[in-house]
């Protein structure tokens, strides 16, 4: 062989191995990237138990966060705790929002978040800020939803909606949580007509659906049309499963279930649907049930 010739197939030889481990190194990559992600609904936390909490997602590999907004927080403590859980990976939402946001006197509690929330985020560095916002409006929990659900349902939509406009000014991603069941839920009005769980897909960067159940078949099963549907938007699920203690029957929550038999079952789900594009991981509600769930 020729010295042009061998030079020609150690150059052939070097792009195909780079080209291996570029194309190795990207699944593996695309699978750290999942959310493991969790909620922090009581915020005095990350003042009277900081190094806890995050000791805690650390030992979790948590790398999101949707810590709640108190306003009641001085700026300072979210600024330690948020440059401190950055440092070690893990990213941190705005977390809000309630069923009252789709009455009436809604706006004004969603217009209080967000003025909350670019004064902050312009006063912090880039280590301390918010990387986006997640919201947590359950409509179906206001009286409305009982007296009239088309009006409840429109009311939410123009909220989700106001909301993305918001996130945009504020150049963060908007994420929501959903009910596995907003795919029985449909409208038609100003919005245009379809399921209510697409039409919310369609308007975020990510949806957490709240899955609450405790085996992986029905996880898997009622989760089906929302990652498929999400797939072909070329959008984001993180799929929500709960540990806290449930009066709503034994199959909702993994509480008495125990966290080695929680992840069995979510390592299941995850294999059914680890070549779903559309699937970006796990979110474990709540950080204080989590902390005390039995082994």
């Known amino acids: 062989m020729g010295s042009r010739s061998l030079s020609k197939a150690i150059i052939v ?3 195909t191995i780079v080209s291996t481990l570029g194309l190795t190194m990207g699944k593996v990559d ?3 990237m999942q959310d493991r992600a969790t909620w922090l609904w009581d915020t005095t936390k990350i003042v009277e138990n900081e190094s806890g909490v995050l000791s805690f997602l650390e030992s979790k590999q948590v790398n999101k966060l949707y810590l709640q907004i108190n306003s009641e927080i001085a700026s300072n403590d979210y600024k330690s705790f948020i440059n401190k859980a950055t440092s070690k990976g893990i990213k941190v939402y705005a977390l809000d929002g309630s069923a009252s946001w789709v009455s009436a006197e809604g706006y004004k509690m969603q217009d209080q978040l967000f003025d909350w929330l670019r004064t902050y985020n312009e006063d912090a560095s880039a280590t301390e800020r918010f990387s986006g916002v997640h919201l947590d409006v359950e409509p179906y929990l206001n009286s409305g939803w009982s007296s009239n ?3 409840t349902v429109e009311s939410y939509q123009a909220l989700l909606t106001r909301a993305k406009g918001d996130s945009d000014q504020l150049q963060l ?3 929501v949580d959903l009910p596995f069941w907003f795919d029985e839920i449909t409208y038609k009005n100003q919005f245009g007509q379809g399921l209510l769980a697409d039409w919310v897909i369609d308007q975020v960067e990510s949806v957490s659906i709240m899955a609450y159940r405790d085996t992986a078949k029905a996880i898997i099963n009622i989760v089906e049309h929302e990652i498929n549907y999400a797939k072909k938007v070329n959008k984001s699920i993180v799929i929500g499963v709960e540990t806290g203690a449930s009066d709503e029957g034994n199959n909702i929550t993994f509480y008495d279930d125990g966290e080695a038999y929680m992840n ?3 390592a299941q789900v995850h294999k059914q649907y680890a070549n ?3 699937f970006n991981g796990f979110a474990i509600h ?3 049930s989590w902390m005390n769930m039995q082994p």
């Open 13 to 15: 030889f070097l792009v």
């Open 30 to 32: 695309a699978k750290a």
């Open 264 to 266: 069995n079952q979510l």
């Open 149 to 151: 659900q088309e009006k």
């Open 286 to 288: 709540h950080v204080d």
């Open 173 to 175: 991603p908007l994420e």
């Open 276 to 278: 779903k594009i559309s």
